[in-house]
Nanobody
């Protein structure tokens, strides 16, 4: 049973920073890519960043140079460091592991005030 649990969301002022964490259980974590997605109210869920098992990373243009995705395979965790946050970054953030059909966490709310 693969489970993902996100944490680290909260309320922050524009220009601030947050660090999201995603803890995985039930899978050989190091073998799989992991992504962060976000979904704002009334909008589709969008890909934010992905880190491959090799450590290669890709980012959405809207977060490039502000967000950094990283992983700690020894702890089965993935992180999303978010800097210079903007109100438009407000969303529920989800992590997804690309194991089998793909598994999602429950999400963590990030709210950026102007």
């Amino acid at each position: 049973q693969v489970q993902l649990v996100e944490s680290g969301g909260g309320l922050v002022q524009a220009g601030g920073s947050l660090r999201l964490s995603c803890a995985a259980t039930g899978t050989i974590f190091s073998r799989y890519a992991v992504s962060w997605y976000r979904q704002a109210p009334g909008k589709q869920r969008d890909l934010v960043a992905t880190i491959a098992s090799s450590g290669v990373t890709i980012y959405a243009e809207s977060v490039k140079d502000r967000f950094t995705i990283s992983r700690d395979n020894a702890k089965n965790m993935v992180f999303l460091q978010m800097n210079i946050l903007k109100p438009e970054d407000t969303a529920v953030y989800y992590c997804k592991i690309w194991s089998g059909p793909g598994f999602w966490g429950q999400g963590t709310q990030v709210t950026v005030s102007a």
